[in-house]
């Protein structure tokens, strides 16, 4: 596709229950951002990648956060034992080199209930 | 301490007047400002970002250093211009950005 793509683009989990979150970068993309933006917030960084090593994890709020891209494209955000706080719109973003701009994706939508 | 500060959480304005969204930031570097923009069940997308100096739908914003703001102004706003607005900060060599709260622009017919 031609745009960045997330998925699931909704999550519904049970407190307590891992979820896993899907980002297919642009391609040939080298930086992907994951942020997490909840209600009436703007998006906050969690984590950044040039292609598959992880350079900036300082955002993660927690170690129950876990990012991954192993092959330089697709990303996935874990979260285990998701907590009511949790919920929020993850956004991916990607860009050419990092000092472009960054495409983003139309998030994921995570409600923990 | 990086921060961005957008102090309108909404913003309404008639069709054909003029429109300021306000952005002040916090950086003790070099700073590089974005406008983010988000339509109605859209996904963000770049508007400007000060390095460029272009004007974008008729938007325009200036860095000003000595004030510490990145104000997106619009002479005449339009309809389709409704949506939601961030002010991001370049912290860094890694391009996180550091994001406003956002201002909701309302244009009225």
């Known amino acids: 596709g031609a745009g960045v793509s997330q998925s699931p683009r909704y999550k519904v989990a049970k407190r307590g229950q891992d979820v896993a979150l899907r980002c297919d970068p642009i391609?040939?993309?080298?930086?992907l951002f994951w942020y997490q933006q909840a209600l009436g917030q703007g998006p906050e960084f969690l984590t950044y990648f040039q292609n598959e090593a992880q350079l900036d994890k300082s955002g993660l709020p927690s170690d129950r956060f876990f990012a991954e891209r192993p092959e330089g494209s697709v990303s996935t955000l874990k979260i285990q034992r998701t907590q009511q706080e949790d919920s929020a719109v993850y956004l991916c973003?990607?860009?050419?080199?990092?000092?472009?701009?960054?495409?983003f994706g139309q998030g994921t939508r995570l409600t923990v209930v | 301490a990086q921060r961005v500060t957008q102090p309108e959480k909404l913003l309404s304005v008639f069709k054909g007047a003029p429109v300021e969204l306000k952005c002040n930031y916090s950086?003790?570097?070099?700073?590089?400002l974005f406008w983010y923009v988000q339509y109605s069940r859209q996904r963000l997308q770049l508007l400007l970002r000060h390095i460029s100096r272009e004007s974008i739908k008729g938007f325009t914003a200036d860095l000003n250093k000595g004030e510490t703001s990145f104000h997106l102004k619009k002479p005449f706003a339009q309809e389709e211009d409704s949506a939601m607005y961030y002010c991001a900060l370049n912290a860094g060599n890694n391009r996180k950005l550091i994001w406003g709260l956002g201002t909701s622009l309302g244009v009225n017919p």
């Open positions: 973003a990607s860009s050419s080199t990092g000092t472009e701009e960054a495409f």
């Open positions: 950086y003790s570097g070099s700073p590089e």
């Open positions: 391609s040939g993309h080298v930086s």
